[in-house]
């Protein structure tokens, strides 16, 4: 308002001097190097010789303005200057009174530094989108890599998996130093560059990595970038470590970083048999995303050796492991923006896992119960290659991905269920090619045109073998036997292009998409019997399939953005025409089906301040179902779930409503969130099982049944100055309506789980820091049958505190506690505590570690899972306690 004001005592002044000497006025126009107008510049009319301000006005809000000049001036005397912050001041001589004076501005590079206050409290620093964290000023001497740092950032969540989230909101990558080295496989980066060397960590919101598109296509995605020391950008970087201890333990980290702008690296070799999961260094925390924008439904995994659930632990506290990895992570930064990267990895694994488990289903007038014991061996080989180019340049953007990925296990089980004793071997051999290709143009119109092509194949040939005499009343007429073997391959096809263009103007850019997609699958099974003779017979006729499936989709999208500063809009109007044909000729099984579907979706951002803002999200989905629904003779998942299909092909219509609010304040280090989430899912299709004391069996029948689900969540953090503390806390309540067919009856289900967390990490001083948190969690399930009375509360306390008396030894002793109380069974209670000594020997610059993990040396572990009606109590068996000397360097 006070500059609306301005500019009406400006005009007026102008209307003045216009009558008192002033005589032809100048006009023009100012925009940016985008075409943008550029609002409240100031326009300064001068003597070119005394370099005096004659007269002066500012832009309107569509960049024009209108200066009077003095008639008493010559024309060859005058000269129009533009300033605006943000922009590289630019003038220009005038030569005609009566020619307009344009002005195309460009962004300045000395732009307006944040404010900083010079203080020991922390301070967070902003510049337009991105904001950014001083790690010293939240690190302590305790803190090994930079995930440890992170982990204490108010307004920054770390999970369990290692997924970041900002003010609630998941990331979608983390950058090092500018650069895209990981894509979203960041734990390398979090648990593995020392935070020594990381000078900020940055967060950009509404991050657009493609330069073609910025400010002209909306992106609500946030990202973080690791910026580094000078020093740590000269040099290679290594933090080395050697441990070994008792009983039998060992563990290694050998590592080579560099981060100099020319190139970066990550490389490193690690194993260990302390419980630490290498396999969690690989997560892709965006792969669901990735796979809904490629649109290829890959066919899971279709066996197991069993039901198990992991311990809701830290996964160093129950694995029995030997894993070794090489992880090779390069990047070089050639001239023009043209970047070059390896990502490749081979892991090994040799896991053990002891467990036993008892399942309570209860069902109207009768309950189902099994008990099993397992002791499983896994080895699981992962080898993984990825060769990108990238060429990120603001007229051009190109980037091709090739990658090839081969996931091959033998696991092993010694099964003891209801009574009888039972192996198993497990093996599968997943290999996977695929190449994205991605290049976008900007033409001199301005507008821009995309190309993309995707194509991949996969196979993945299973097989279990279950004996002897599993079951042989129900798979071989009671009639001993010496093993079941069960053989499942779902080779597959796939590829997606389409051809994109796009028409930005001053206000909204136009995006118009054409394409189309073909899959084929072919679902290969069999169930046979060996014999005690070792003959091998089908275990019935309707215990195999050669099921093929062909999906053709032509599509076309119009997409309409606003990528404004206050209000950022995405429309997305996108229209199909899918056809799939399957087919079995050993059922007599030739189907198909057409089907024109439309799926808008709407992204609205509304900046309600200078950090706050308002999210929406309405996305409405209609789909088919996958090959994984359509085969007809009976599969045998795992050792007591007996798969088939009797219906038509599923379709599937999801609604989903998402509102958000987002708060912060900076300078006070206060960051909140609230969020509420619909999803409504109707489909043609219900599950439907029969379940038994030996066995589960499930066919999918043509009824229509729907899935109701409400998520609200809220998180605060704040950092006090006063208290050097950063507190933080959240609340979810989730609410699941379903409805199932068990045992011939119609079973309406409402799952409700509600978590409440909070926490505290300070520093006290110098010497002390201490973080304490807790999460509880309560789960309760309503039906019309007996599960209706039963719920879960359990309750984790996680707390740590580190001392360092002088600057060479430091001291830390943690601990979990475990809490879980289900009526009608005995309160279950745990506590694990770790404890490290750290002593730093300055003249060889190493330091040596000797820890104790879980010594009170708990080696059990019981606890309870709910789900609609189904009750389990698991045991596992824990390593107990490990004693580990380590050597630690830098190279």
Same mark, same amino acid.
């Given at each position: 308002m006070s500059r609306i004001i301005k500019s009406v005592w400006l005009l007026v002044i102008g209307l003045l001097f216009s009558a008192h000497g002033f005589g032809q006025s100048i006009k023009g126009t100012v925009k940016d190097s985008t075409g943008k107008p550029v609002p409240y510049a100031t326009i300064n009319l001068k003597n070119a010789a005394t370099n005096n301000i004659i007269n002066y006005t500012i832009t309107d809000t569509r960049g024009a303005y209108i200066l009077p000049a003095p008639a008493d001036t010559p024309v060859s005397g005058l000269l129009v200057e533009v300033r605006c912050i943000g922009y590289k001041n630019e003038s220009r001589v005038i030569t005609d009174l009566q020619a307009p004076v344009d002005f195309t501005l460009s962004v300045s590079i000395n732009q307006l530094q944040a404010v900083v206050i010079k203080s020991s409290r922390p301070v967070l620093r902003t510049n337009g989108d991105t904001l950014s964290y001083k790690v010293s000023d939240f690190s302590s001497v305790q803190d090994r890599v930079i995930g440890d740092v992170i982990k204490k950032?108010?307004?920054?969540?770390?999970?369990?998996?290692?997924?970041?989230?900002?003010?609630?909101?998941?990331?979608?990558?983390?950058?090092?130093?500018?650069?895209?080295?990981?894509?979203?496989?960041?734990?390398?980066?979090?648990?593995?560059?020392?935070?020594?060397?990381?000078?900020?960590?940055?967060?950009?919101?509404?991050?657009?990595?493609?330069?073609?598109?910025q400010n002209k296509v909306m992106s609500d995605d946030v990202a973080l970038n690791l910026s580094f020391k000078k020093g740590a950008k000269l040099q290679m970087v290594g933090q080395e470590s050697i441990g070994a201890?008792?009983?039998?333990?060992?563990?290694?980290?050998?590592?080579?970083?560099?981060?100099?702008?020319?190139?970066?690296?990550?490389?490193?070799?690690?194993?260990?048999?302390?419980?630490?999961?290498?396999?969690?260094d690989l997560v892709s925390h965006n792969f669901a995303d990735n796979m809904q924008r490629i649109d290829n439904d890959v066919p899971a995994t279709m066996l197991s050796l069993g039901s198990v659930n992991d311990p809701a632990l830290s996964r160093n506290r129950y694995l029995f492991n030997r894993p070794g990895i090489l992880n090779l992570n390069n990047l070089v930064n050639f001239k023009k923006n043209v970047q070059m990267k390896i990502n490749a990895y081979y892991l090994r694994d040799t896991r053990r896992q002891d467990y036993s488990q008892h399942t309570t289903i209860f069902l109207p007038g009768d309950t189902v119960r099994y008990n099993e014991t397992q002791r499983n061996r896994f080895r699981p080989h992962i080898l993984h290659t990825q060769f990108t180019l990238n060429i990120n340049q603001d007229k051009y953007y190109l980037n091709d991905v090739l990658l090839m990925d081969n996931n091959r296990s033998t696991n092993y089980s010694d099964l003891n269920t209801n009574g009888g004793m039972v192996n198993q071997v497990f093996k599968d051999n997943a290999l996977n090619f695929s190449n994205e290709?991605?290049?976008?143009?900007?033409?001199?119109?301005?507008?821009?045109?995309?190309?993309?092509?995707?194509?991949?194949?996969?196979?993945?040939?299973?097989?279990?073998?279950?004996? +002897?005499?599993?079951?042989?009343? #129900?798979?071989?007429? *009671?009639?001993? !036997? &010496?093993?079941?073997?069960?053989?499942?391959?779902?080779?597959?096809?796939?590829?997606?292009?389409?051809?994109?263009?796009?028409?930005p103007s001053n206000l909204i850019t136009q995006s118009f998409r054409t394409g189309f997609s073909v899959q084929s699958q072919k679902l290969n099974s069999d169930l046979n019997v060996v014999q005690t003779n070792n003959t091998i017979n089908l275990q019935s006729d309707s215990s195999i399939n050669h099921l093929n499936w062909t999906r053709k989709k032509l599509y076309t999208e119009a997409a309409y953005d606003l990528p404004g500063s206050i209000l950022k809009?995405?429309?997305?109007? +996108?229209?199909?025409?899918?056809? #799939?044909?399957?087919? *079995?000729?050993? !059922? &007599?099984?030739?189907?198909?089906?057409?089907?024109?579907?439309?799926?808008?979706?709407?992204?609205?951002?509304?900046?309600?301040?200078m950090e706050n803002y308002l999210n929406l999200l309405y996305s409405y989905r209609s789909e088919a179902g996958t090959i994984e629904d359509m085969y007809q003779g009976y599969i045998l998942k795992d050792y007591r779930t007996l798969y088939a299909n009797n219906a038509g092909l599923t379709e599937r219509q999801n609604q989903l409503v998402a509102l958000g609010f987002n708060y912060r304040k900076a300078l006070t280090l206060l960051f909140a969130s609230l969020n509420i989430v619909y999803n409504h899912i109707v489909s043609n299709n219900i599950a439907s099982e029969v379940i038994t004391n030996t066995l589960r069996q499930r066919v999918v029948l043509p009824y229509r049944n729907s899935t109701d689900s409400w998520t609200v969540n809220g998180t605060v953090s704040k950092y006090s100055f006063a208290l050097k503390t950063t507190f933080s806390g959240g609340i979810q309540w989730q609410s699941n309506k379903s409805v199932q067919i068990q045992n011939n009856v119609l079973l309406p289900f409402n799952t409700i789980s509600r978590t409440i967390n909070a926490g505290a990490d300070t520093k006290v001083n110098e010497q002390v820091n201490f973080s304490y948190k807790v999460i509880f969690t309560q789960i309760q399930s309503h039906s019309a049958v007996e599960a209706s009375a039963y719920h879960i509360n359990q309750l984790l306390q996680q707390a740590s505190i580190n001392y360092n008396p002088v600057t060479n030894l430091q001291f830390k002793l943690s601990g979990e506690h475990y809490f879980t109380r289900q009526q009608g069974n005995p309160e279950l209670k745990y506590f694990f505590a770790d404890a490290s000594a750290k002593f730093r020997v300055e003249k060889w610059k190493t330091d040596l570690e000797l820890s104790a993990a879980n010594f009170l040396n708990v080696k059990t572990y019981n606890t309870l899972y709910l789900s609609a009606n189904t009750l389990t109590a698991s045991s596992y068996t824990l390593p107990g306690r490990i004693i580990l000397l380590k050597i630690m360097f830098h190279i």
């Open positions: 950032l108010p307004g920054i969540t770390v999970a369990a998996d290692g997924r970041i989230s900002y003010n609630n909101k998941p990331i979608s990558n983390l950058y090092i130093g500018g650069d895209n080295l990981l894509d979203d496989k960041y734990n390398i980066a979090t648990t593995t560059i020392p935070q020594g060397v990381v000078d900020q960590v940055q967060v950009i919101q509404n991050h657009q990595p493609v330069k073609v598109l201890g008792l009983p039998g333990n060992y563990d290694v980290d050998l590592n080579a970083m560099m981060f100099k702008d020319k190139y970066k690296a990550i490389n490193y070799l690690k194993g260990n048999n302390t419980g630490n999961d290498l396999q969690q290709f991605n290049l976008i143009k900007s033409l001199r119109s301005n507008n821009i045109i995309q190309a993309y092509s995707y194509i991949s194949h996969s196979t993945e040939p299973e097989s279990r073998t279950i004996g +002897p005499d599993y079951n042989n009343p #129900i798979f071989n007429n *009671d009639v001993p !036997y &010496a093993q079941l073997v069960q053989n499942v391959n779902v080779p597959a096809w796939y590829t997606n292009n389409y051809i994109s263009f796009k028409i809009v995405n429309l997305t109007l +996108p229209l199909s025409l899918q056809q #799939i044909n399957y087919s *079995d000729g050993l !059922y &007599a099984l030739r189907k198909g089906l057409t089907r024109l579907y439309f799926n808008p979706q709407l992204k609205v951002k509304y900046q309600t301040g």
